[in-house]
Every structure is written in structure tokens, then in C-alpha cells.
């Protein structure tokens, strides 16, 4: 795992998503459109419907294909009016969902990463791994918010890559 962490870490390049919000993109990262995620969903995922689903809702914006991971990116430059317990009222919202609807394989963790707040949650249904991640700055005015989609094989690489592009986010107030 760490030479997974390595290779992911050293060749990396800041990019401006936004006016206040940047983040390290890795440098084999594909830029993909909407049609080429879907695309690459059909193939990876082997048209698993829930898959192509949560693929076909994803903005056009931010969209990378990273080794065979899908990862899209979702910023805004409006400033945020949420206050400190919103990422832990959305964790108690998703597990409680998540609960009655009995779904297994699900995680979900509060985390600070660099000052930032971090909310993560995990599922694999079937053979493919969803991670969504919703992050504030310290102050709760600024939030990047990311999917990625992977094979339930890929599990450790998504996990090294999330943890890159978390460590990564930088936030201009």
C-alpha cells in the first residue's frame, strides 16, 4: 500500500477548481466528460444498473478517471451559511437511511484533515464501491464535495487516492 501512496503523492499538480478552492490532481489522472464516465462505468461496472445510476448524476465539471477509479469533484464559490454540527447532522442523517434500509458494507467517518472538516462515507453493493466525501473549512463558509466510483477490487487504491485528494484540499478565504 505505501508504494500505492507514493506513486500517488509524488507526481501530483495543484489545480484551481475554483476561485477559492484548489486540490492535487494526480498527473495520470484522464479528464473525463459525463459520456466517457458513463462509458467507463458500462465497461468497469458491467452495466450494474445502481452504478450507472450514481454515474449518470454526476456534474460534467470536475470528472477524472484516475488508474480505473471515477472521481468527480463538485465546488461552488457561493460562501456556505451552515453551522459547526452540519457535517455531523448529515452523518446522523445518511447512517440513519442507510440503516432502514438495511445496507451492508457501509462506513462513515468524521475526520480533520489539515484544519478541514471531513465527512466520508463507504458502501460496496454488489461489486462496486461508492466514497463520497463532503468537505468544509475551518470556518464553515467554503465546501468541496466528491464521488468516487470504483471496483470492490480497487478498494485499497480508492482509499489511497481519497486520502491524497483530502490531504490535498486547499481553501482560499
Do not use: W
Not at 458491467?46 to 468527480?72: C, E, F, M, T
Not at 451552515?82 to 475526520?111: E, I, P, W
Not at 466514497?131 to 468541496?144: G, P
Amino acid at each position: 500500500m505505501l508504494s500505492v501512496i507514493y506513486s500517488i503523492t509524488t507526481s501530483a499538480q495543484q489545480t484551481q477548481l475554483s476561485s477559492s478552492i484548489s486540490i492535487n490532481i494526480p498527473s495520470d489522472a484522464q479528464k473525463l466528460n459525463k459520456n466517457e464516465a458513463l462509458a467507463h462505468a458500462r465497461k468497469k461496472f458491467n452495466n450494474d444498473k445502481i452504478a450507472l445510476l450514481s454515474v449518470g448524476q454526476i456534474r460534467d465539471d470536475h470528472v477524472y478517471k484516475i488508474r480505473d477509479i471515477l472521481v468527480s469533484l463538485n465546488v461552488s464559490d457561493a460562501k456556505l451559511k451552515v453551522n459547526n454540527t452540519y457535517l455531523s447532522d448529515l452523518k446522523k442523517g445518511f447512517d440513519a437511511l442507510t440503516k432502514r434500509g438495511n445496507a451492508t458494507n457501509y462506513t462513515s467517518n468524521l475526520r480533520k484533515i489539515n484544519n478541514n472538516n471531513v465527512l466520508i462515507t463507504n458502501e460496496i453493493q454488489g461489486n462496486v464501491g461508492y466514497c463520497y466525501f463532503y468537505c468544509l473549512n475551518a470556518n464553515h463558509t467554503r465546501e468541496i464535495t466528491g464521488a468516487l466510483h470504483y471496483s470492490k477490487e480497487d478498494a485499497i487504491e480508492a482509499e489511497a487516492i481519497l486520502d491524497q485528494l483530502l490531504n490535498s484540499i486547499k481553501f482560499k478565504d
